[in-house]
């Protein structure tokens, strides 16, 4: 007779593993080098942000915004974005900034590549009407 809490004798343990390992890889895709233009909105970021902090923190939430964007660790800021960002002095920084993000390959480690992302300034005359967008090159 099988008591009501146990079912281990059931399903195997590790069947349920093989199971869960596949649906969370299901989602994954191949990380592939891409382009894209994004607007960040540096005026919702840094809003009620002590003025003496306002440009390093629209830095700081440019690289965040690149990691979650393009999923990796290393983000390497082009100094035109650093231009860009500090061109009004430290406490009025621009309302917003249209960046081009670039996934590129790191290096090839074992049995899987290495990504970081490249930030750049895209020089645009206004924001209205701007989407993402996926660059070719």
């Not at 607007?39 to 003496?52: E, M, P």
């Not at 100094?79 to 860009?84: E, G, K, L, P, S």
Request: proline share 3%.
């Amino acid at each position: 007779e099988m008591l009501q809490g146990d079912w281990s004798s059931d399903v195997c343990s590790s069947d349920l593993l093989s199971r869960n390992n596949q649906r969370m890889n299901a989602g994954k895709k191949e990380m592939v080098p891409v382009t894209r233009d994004y607007t960040v909105n540096l005026h919702k970021a840094c809003h009620k942000v002590a003025f003496k902090r306002k440009a390093p923190r629209a830095m700081d939430v440019i690289r965040k915004f690149a990691q979650k964007a393009m999923n990796t660790e290393k983000v390497v800021i082009d100094t035109t974005v650093n231009q860009y960002v500090w061109s009004k002095g430290i406490r009025n920084i621009p309302r917003r900034i249209r960046v081009r993000l670039a996934r590129k390959v790191d290096g090839e480690g074992e049995d899987e590549k290495t990504f970081y992302t490249l930030v750049q300034v895209v020089d645009v005359p206004h924001f209205h009407g701007l989407q993402t967008k996926t660059v070719e090159e």
